[in-house]
């Protein structure tokens, strides 16, 4: 909000897949609407991997209106009866074009370009940094909100050293277990059901952060206590969910899966990846190949030595398994971290429903308990 209403900053909203990016964006019409802002005219666009410069600010243009005789106070209703006429944006267009546009429309614009990291155009990129230069130098009343996976800045808009200081940075973390427990427990006091405390701390555990298997973990958790007759979720119900989470997943998931455990020999590659995904991240979602010893014991009752498994981690970074992992830095100082976040709560949940770990020792080897932040149980 600070960067909408002060000329010349613009946004880039950062993190890994899932944590919520899109969501936090799309906040920001809700906001508008409750300051009563009703002059912003606000654009959102996904892009794909054919998207350029000019196919992007055309869909955009294709949104926008100029307006005229346009007063801040005018509502929906006045909005319309204001003179509107279309822009287009010609297919030579640039950087400078944008600004000049933008600049006629005749009220504030809220330009939210998501799925920016889809872009497989290699010039987009600096075509985007030259046009946060151009409007933040001239003060253009628009604002670009810039949405993407990405661990840093760097990996989105290249070349961007001119334009740090009209940019606000946003990086999106994972939830903290705290909040996914809210989540859980808001959606259950909204259907006007109840659930143990243990039951959500089991949720927030297996959701790895990711709001997504927060929400759908709950609602499966409700669905599962409601087809037993009861208005109380408990312990068991997840057990349940966990059940028709994994039948529900989608069909990458699964087939990623096998590929990354499958092999006519006995084998130990089901439990290093189980132990891989309970492994505590830093907040780029990478572990140390160390990290794995803890859970490895947990899963195998037995201690094993990194020399014992660094070979399937490497295996599991190539495409013959999937390439479900990535690594990153030099011999003996790798780390690692799953490809697609979502796959991390999906292989825990296999090795739930597997038995092959117990959820008290999910619960265990989290790093961040959760109890002293519920919400009093209604
Ligand atoms: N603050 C929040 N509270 C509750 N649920 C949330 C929150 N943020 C996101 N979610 C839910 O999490 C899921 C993923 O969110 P969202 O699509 O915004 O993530 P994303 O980072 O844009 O994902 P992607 O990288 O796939 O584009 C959605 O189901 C969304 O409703
Ligand atoms: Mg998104």
């Known amino acids: ?47 794909d991997a054919t998207a350029n410069f000019v196919t992007i600010w055309q869909g955009v243009f294709r949104e926008l209106f100029f307006l005229r005789n346009l007063h801040s106070g005018d509502t929906g209703e006045n909005l319309t009866a204001a003179v509107r006429s279309k822009v287009s944006f010609p297919e030579d267009g640039t950087a400078e074009d944008v600004r000049f546009l933008l600049k006629q429309l005749g009220s504030p614009a809220i330009i939210i370009i998501d799925e920016f990291d889809r872009i497989e155009d290699p010039s987009t990129a600096t075509l985007f940094a030259d046009t946060i230069k151009s409007l933040s130098d001239h003060a253009v ?10 661990d ?19 990086q999106v973390p994972r939830m903290l277990e705290s909040e996914l427990a809210e989540i859980v427990e808001r959606g259950f006091l909204h259907a006007k059901l ?37 208005l109380i979720a408990v312990c068991a119900d997840v057990e349940s969910a966990i059940r028709r989470s994994l039948k529900s997943a989608r069909q990458t998931l699964v087939s990623s899966y096998l590929k990354a455990i499958s092999s006519p020999h006995p084998n130990i590659y089901k439990e290093i990846l189980l132990a891989a995904a ?26 094993y030595g990194i020399d014992a498994y660094m070979r399937h ?66």
């Open 313 to 378: 981690l490497k295996q599991f970074c190539s495409e013959g398994r999937g390439a479900v992992l990535e690594s990153r830095g030099e011999r003996r100082r790798y780390r690692f971290r799953f490809s697609d976040s979502l796959f991390e709560p999906y292989v825990i949940m296999r090795g739930v429903d597997e038995k092959l770990v117990s959820e008290d020792d999910v619960l265990c080897l989290q790093s961040r308990p959760v109890e002293r932040f519920l919400m009093p149980v209604k």
């Open 152 to 170: 840093s800045i760097d990996e989105l808009i290249a070349e961007h050293a001119s334009i740090e200081r009209a940019l606000v940075q946003i």
């Open 194 to 230: 109840s659930i143990d405390k243990d039951a959500v701390v089991q949720i927030a555990a297996l959701s790895r952060g990711l709001p997504h298997n927060a929400h759908e973990l709950g609602m499966f958790t409700g669905h599962a206590a409601l087809d037993d007759g009861r």
């Open 1 to 47: 909000m600070d960067a909408v209403f002060q000329l010349g900053q613009h946004v880039l909203i950062y993190g890994e897949r899932g944590v919520g990016k899109t969501s936090l964006a799309n906040l920001l019409n809700d906001s508008l609407r409750s300051l009563e802002k009703w002059n912003y005219q606000v654009v959102r666009l996904n892009c």
């Open 141 to 150: 009343d628009a604002t670009l909100i810039i949405v993407g996976v990405a």
């Open 278 to 303: 309970l492994c505590p991240t830093d907040e780029l979602g990478y572990f140390t190949a160390g990290d794995l010893r803890a859970p490895l014991l947990a899963i195998k009752k037995k201690k």
